[in-house]
């Protein structure tokens, strides 16, 4: 048998073939598809969202500029505090007059954490924003009343002991937070507190009733799996369910691609694997629900995903130096190729709508982030900025259930994956996003059959792969912009058919998004 790793992969793929109907429905595009994520981690909050004595920071000290990008990214909603963060968080001492607030060292980043933003602060950040706040507990040091106490503070109304602290602290009327984590991914042994499925399954169902007892209407997210990759994988999941199926609306995946070993063809099927990954939680948790015989369906809460240099670049947490003052940790710089692959996970995440409303794009500033900042200096977009931003824009409504006939082509990582793939959605006025990925060294064309509807487009963006190593810095981010993010130029790119068919070229190495319309005559 060849070895895969050197075997070629055949990713010439002359045609593929693309069918829309607007009565064929995968479910409804939930706005929180499009969350993101700041964690105490590096720079995401101290000079990240957050600076003091910036140019353009408002009288919170948060910057403006960060602000209008995350607006301009269309983020939903934003995850908080943590990831491994939250694990050891005490967040009582980071409420309250911040000069009486006490560093803390955090164990899962060894960095020092002065505590300056904390719950309030975020929580008012994120409505002056108009973004959803989701959070996590501490179910790794922490437990049933830690939690408990938190989503009173948050969400309680006046008469008891933390909702009056709340209301001490200046802030009279509850934050209403509905979404909230019961800790993050407990299954891994880099976690601060880690526990086995039993452990944590126990846990979570206790401190998730308490929570629920404080404040019925919030909805819950039980951690799964931290990666596909885990040993317990799988058992995890119907442990963990087996705890909490009645009283969790959602469990967690998480998943972080990149390139290894220069194997460009497995990279660019990551949005296959991350399609897998679903369906494997997907029927975890619909076994569990099987074998109670229970009519609910959980959800996914897929609260971390994005292109991560992890394996290759990141030195693992253990390794790291203890530091102060907002070190630079994980920031990880992107290129064009970066950005078809985050283009190309959208299109995953929104085939799938009809059980993953909720997911975080991991993170927000300067860690993993789609947003950079200097310290007391500009902020720019990196190149996974522009497909985040364009599919919140445009994927509106209903996600389509498309079909997707294209050649396959051999990868090492993920098996074989398709050269196209495609995934529409439609609004109530007729309006048609449509998002597709060329993951073929070849332009691809792609016959799109529109049945029981008119197809008009009338614009779209491409964002192409490079072929140059990714450099830091505003000046990179620019030349990556102007050279791989364009507008379609749609007459040479789309040609409109007489039979219910449009043809639409596909550059190599691309991702694509056209507006326009798919409306019944
Ligand atoms: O997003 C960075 C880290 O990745 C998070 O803290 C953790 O949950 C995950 O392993």
Known sequence: MPDPRTAPSDRRAPRARVTLHPDFRRGAVDRRLFGSFVEHLGRAVYTGVYEPGHATADEHGFRRDVADLTRELGVSMVRYPGGNFVSNYVWEDAVGPVAERKPFLDLAWRTVEPNLVGTDEFLQWAEREGIEPMMAVNLGTRGVAAAAALVEYCN???????????????????????????????????????????????????????????????????????????????????TVLSYTYDLVDHVSMHAYYEEVDGDRASFLASGTAMDRFIDRVVASADAVGAERRSDKKI??????????????????????????????????????LDAVVVGDLLVTLLNHADRVPVACLAQLVNVIAPIMTEPGGEAWRQPTFHPFATTARLARGTALDVRVDAPTYGTA?????????????????GSLGLFL??????????????????????????????????????????????????????????????????????????????????ARA
């Open 156 to 238: 309680g109304e006046a008469g008891t002991r933390w909702a009056d602290l709340r209301i001490a602290h200046g802030r009279t009327e509850p934050y209403g937070v509905k979404l909230w984590c019961l800790g993050n991914e407990m299954d891994g042994p880099w976690q601060i507190g880690h526990k086995d499925a039993h452990e944590y399954g126990k846990l979570a169902a206790e401190a998730g009733k308490a929570m629920k007892l404080v404040d019925p209407s919030i909805s819950l997210v039980v951690c799964g799996s931290s990666s596909m990759q885990m040993p317990t994988f799988g058992e995890w999941e119907r």
């Open 299 to 336: 959800t996914i809460s897929f609260d971390e995903w994005n292109v991560w240099y992890l394996e290759t670049r990141f030195p693992g947490e253990a390794n790291l130096p203890i530091q102060r003052d907002a070190p630079r940790i994980i920031e990880d710089v992107y290129s064009g």
């Open 413 to 429: 990582r993920h098996g074989d994956a398709p050269v196209v793939t495609a995934a529409a959605t439609v609004d109530d006025d």
């Open 437 to 518: 990925t060329n993951r073929s060294d070849h332009e691809v064309e792609v016959d799109l059959a529109h049945v029981g509807a008119a197809l008009g487009v009338s614009e779209g963006w491409q964002m192409v792969a490079d072929h140059e190593a990714a450099v830091a810095g505003p000046e990179h981010a620019a030349k990556v912009a102007d050279s791989c993010w364009s507008a379609v130029d749609v007459a040479a790119a789309v040609t409109p058919g007489t039979d219910g068919s449009t043809t639409v070229r596909l550059a190599p190495e691309s991702w694509t998004a056209l507006a326009g319309t798919f």
